[in-house]
């Protein structure tokens, strides 16, 4: 019986835990601009979330936003488009 006790404990522990993450995540959730700007924090050598935050920013009439989030994107696409050729040679024997 103790052990039951300690089970239903600890899942209790384990919904509260869930529930205020996603109570969290919703926030940043909210509106394009702050999930793309959360994910570009995250995942900064993205290309698709600066695209994506450049997008929203437009739509928000930031357009000097806009235009650096672009300029990182195009940017990131740039070294990208250098740096996955060069590695294939790399690895390949």
Do not use: C
């Amino acid at each position: 019986m103790v052990q039951r006790e300690h089970e239903v404990f600890s899942s209790d522990r384990v919904s509260y835990v869930l529930i205020m993450l996603t109570l969290v995540r919703n926030s940043i959730w909210k509106d394009d601009n702050m999930l793309w700007s959360d994910t570009t924090k995250k995942s900064p050598s993205r290309t698709r979330a600066h695209s994506e935050l450049a997008v929203s920013a437009i739509q928000a009439g930031e357009y000097k936003t806009a235009i650096d989030t672009l300029t990182m994107a195009t940017g990131l696409a740039f070294i990208f488009r250098k740096l996955i050729p060069i590695s294939a040679l790399l690895m390949s024997d």
